[in-house]
């Protein structure tokens, strides 16, 4: 009996110990879990039945001035695997690859990977048939996403401008760059969770971030696709290594088409080498040539040293400075001011930038905008160069003359010439009208901006009178004018290019350009055109000009623009039928009587009257003084509203 108590007290003791032996394991284990590792589990844990997905915003849409896309966002599938959940890799891969057309070895490796998430394929275009064979694959660890893609319908047309976006729908180049922060709106991180069978619970409304903001241009696009044909033929006729041209509204320095030749397709970027992304009408330095006698001349005018008529002794095309032999292509004598600049005598442009000095030169061309960024509303745009006089060498006036010596960029001269187009302002180039949410509610607006008057009416006109004989007979430029009874004023440029390895100049290297503005008293269109390294002909005159006037010729035409007489600087503009948007609401009221006009930019009248359906011719430039008929009469059916600016 005593034996039996005690094998009852020992298997007690043994009970106990064994419960105590587990309990302090249990005590131990749970010290490890929710103290030792507390962070790392929970981590796990969390891992399991969260998820932070994070949700872009559809990108705005970007349009010409006559609202047709040339950038929208389309939805499309991306394709992604979940590795741990893939139980055969090589026969999913093979599956995979065959489906998206792609190499298989890249698609196993990927699926092979330690992430519990990788992208196999984004953003891809799918045949339905193709699209049920992914979802057949859901259950290996396959599945389809929708994101947002940038499409752009009209391919390679205004491409250097508009830009592209990158893959997660930022912005990389152009216009897409530039306004990257208005065009993508907001992205969202959300968190969610999972339920058993690993669907996703989404406790947070998605449908609160802000979608992105549309984009509407300057730029017309029938004038930049006339632009970009014009151009292309033109540098693939020459064999010409690049070009670009601008075309731009000198009253309001709307650009209303850009185009660079060699281009590339947006929706393939990556098939192209960087250089073809560039916008060389605004990243490319180059010097001008003869067209800086365009600003020399008007330069002399304003400061009252020559007239047209006066005459300067050319030195039979041989003139010394310092050290230096200037030449002209023809031994001319005697030639009057308006000569000089018809037959583009270098030593000519030599008198005259003596005459004016040096400090005058040089401030004249500060004042055009040489030098310093126009503040066009693109990534990149290059200042150029001019040095200030105290850098000057014996001889630096003297080749400034004949545009030698400086840098510029296309942007800048056609801005430049655009002053003496409009009567005496450079304006800002504009490249967006406006800008506004998905609603249609304009958030911003682009009004034309004068940066300073530069020259004086009067001094414009009589510089514009001299550059209409550019264009005509003997001229060099003449292959630019248009007759229809259309004036064309401009100069031409033949800038031989800097050899930046041996130093001077490159033989036979040459950058052939006309920079002019049409029609020539009453403007509408400022444009520049510049031929990088021509094989066929290297003078301005032979190989830009003729591109000038087919680019005018068709734009014209397009615009409605036909010859009519008038005072010089007085510009008639018609708002065509065509050009018409339908009537707003709080418009409709007011359709019956002339609506007031006085106070407001040219940009504000146009607007007005093409929302009214009314015609309105535009004269002068400024801020809208007087108008004919006045404001609150009956609107006639027939006829124009005058609208007068100062």
């Known amino acids: 009996m005593k034996e039996k108590k005690e094998w009852t007290k020992a298997r007690i003791s043994i009970i106990a110990a064994i419960f105590v032996v587990g309990f302090g394991i249990i005590f131990l284990r749970a010290f490890q879990l929710q103290i030792v590792n507390k962070e790392h589990l929970g981590k796990k844990a969390r891992l399991q039945y969260l998820k932070t997905i994070k949700i872009n915003s559809k990108r705005g849409a970007i349009y010409d001035r006559n609202l047709k896309e040339l950038a929208v966002s389309i939805e499309v599938p991306s394709v992604y695997a979940q590795p741990h959940k893939i139980k055969e890799p090589r026969r999913v891969a093979q599956r995979l690859a065959r489906v998206l057309s792609t190499d298989r070895h890249s698609v196993l490796k990927n699926i092979r990977s330690s992430r519990r998430f990788v992208w196999v394929k984004r953003q891809v275009v799918l045949a339905d048939e193709k699209k049920e064979e992914l979802r057949g694959l859901s259950q290996a660890g396959i599945g389809m996403v929708k994101e947002s893609r940038r499409f752009y319908p009209k391919g390679e047309l205004a491409a250097n401008l508009i830009g592209f976006a990158g893959i997660d729908s930022e912005g990389l180049e152009g216009v897409e760059l530039y ?9 969202m991180l959300i968190r969610t969770e999972k339920d058993a069978a690993g669907r996703t619970l989404l ?3 998605v449908s609160a971030r802000a979608e992105g903001m549309d984009v509407v241009l300057t730029i017309d696009g029938t004038i930049q696709y006339i632009v970009e044909k014009a151009l292309k033929k033109a540098v693939e006729k020459t064999e010409a290594r690049a070009g670009v041209a601008i075309v731009m509204d000198p009253y309001t320095g709307e650009i209303l088409a850009m185009a660079n030749v060699p281009s590339f397709d947006p929706n393939n970027f990556t098939r192209y080498s960087p250089s073809y992304w560039r916008n060389r009408a605004i990243t490319d330095a180059f010097e001008p040539g003869s067209i800086t006698k365009a600003f020399l001349l008007a330069a ?8 047209r008529n006066d005459i300067f002794y050319c030195e039979l095309g041989r003139y010394a400075v310092a050290n230096t032999v200037f030449h002209d292509t023809r031994k001319y004598g005697w030639l009057s001011l308006r000569n000089i600049i018809k037959y583009s005598s270098n030593i000519g442009a030599i008198k005259l930038a003596e005459r004016l000095g040096k400090e005058r030169f040089y401030g004249y061309l500060r004042a055009f905008g040489f030098g310093s960024r126009t503040g066009v509303d693109l990534p990149g745009e290059a200042t150029g160069l001019v040095r200030s006089p105290q850098r000057w060498s014996a001889i630096t006036l003297d080749t400034m003359a004949f545009g030698q010596g400086l840098s510029t960029t296309a942007i800048q001269l056609v801005n430049a010439m655009s002053a003496i ?12 009208k406006y800008i506004r949410n998905h609603e249609g509610q304009i958030v911003k607006r682009f009004d034309p901006v004068v940066v300073r008057r530069v020259i004086s009416e009067e001094t414009a006109r009589r510089v514009t009178n001299i550059l209409i004989g550019v264009t005509e007979d003997g001229g060099t430029g003449v292959l630019a004018g248009l007759g229809m009874g259309i004036k064309v004023a401009g100069k031409t440029g033949t800038a031989q290019k800097p050899d930046l390895e041996k130093g001077g100049y ?3 290297r040459y950058i052939a350009s006309f920079l002019g503005f049409v029609p020539a008293r009453k403007p509408h269109l400022a444009i520049i055109i510049a031929i990088d390294e021509p094989r066929k002909g290297f003078s301005g005159g032979e190989v830009a000009a003729p591109v000038f006037k087919e680019i005018a010729k068709q734009a014209l035409l397009y615009l409605g623009v036909f010859p009519e007489d008038g005072p010089t600087h007085e510009r008639v503009t018609t708002v065509r039928k065509k050009d018409r948007n339908p009537l707003p609401e709080n418009l409709a009221i007011e359709r019956q009587v002339v609506p007031d006009f006085r106070g407001k930019t040219m940009r504000g009248v146009l607007d007005i009257a093409m929302q009214m359906g009314v015609e309105v011719n535009l004269r002068g430039s400024g801020t809208a003084v007087m108008q004919t008929p006045p404001p609150g009469t009956p609107l006639k059916k027939e006829g124009a509203i005058k609208v007068v600016f100062r």
């Open 421 to 432: 187009a409009n009567g005496g302002f450079l304006m800002k180039p504009l490249i967006v």
């Open 506 to 508: 490159a033989e036979g």
């Open 203 to 205: 406790f947070e409304d």
């Open 300 to 307: 002399v005018i304003e400061e009252g040293l020559a007239d």
């Open 179 to 187: 306004y990257d922060r208005y065009l993508k709106g907001s992205s």
